[in-house]
């Protein structure tokens, strides 16, 4: 078992910055990835940034430019942080840190509670 928090939400002004916060603990050696989704009122969970197997960083192109996302791993727990800049009216939503198992090739396994982002004009 994993388990994930994230902090940081809150709200803030167009054009303002958030950093979002993850902490993932327990059996992370068997994850494969963590990564951050989103979903806003009355839609599906939207991947934002994550890494993949190797390392490397994908975006979104919803944030790409916008968002940056830095990891730790420290005795055991892993930290997982979304920067995002200049954010919008569009970017309110419910913010959610998933941490990935190996089946089905690599897949979001273990979600925190999420963090509610609020932007407002």
């Known amino acids: 078992q994993v388990q994930v928090v994230e902090s940081g939400g809150g709200s803030v002004q167009a054009g303002g910055s958030l950093k979002l916060s993850c902490v993932a603990s327990?059996?992370?050696?068997?994850?494969?990835?963590m990564g951050w989704y989103r979903q806003a009122p009355g839609k599906g969970r939207d991947i934002l940034a994550r890494?993949?197997?190797?390392?490397?960083?994908?975006?979104a192109d919803s944030v790409k430019g916008r968002a940056t996302i830095s990891r730790d791993n420290v005795n055991n727990t892993l930290f997982l942080g979304l920067q995002m800049n200049n954010l919008k009216s569009d970017d309110t939503a419910m913010y959610y840190c998933?941490?990935?198992?190996?089946?089905?090739?690599?897949?979001?396994?273990?979600w925190g509670q999420g963090t509610q982002v609020t932007v407002s004009l």
């Open positions: 890494y993949d197997t190797e390392g490397t960083v994908y975006y």
């Open positions: 998933a941490a990935f198992r190996p089946w089905a090739g690599c897949q979001p396994r273990y």
């Open positions: 327990g059996d992370i050696a068997s994850t494969c990835s």
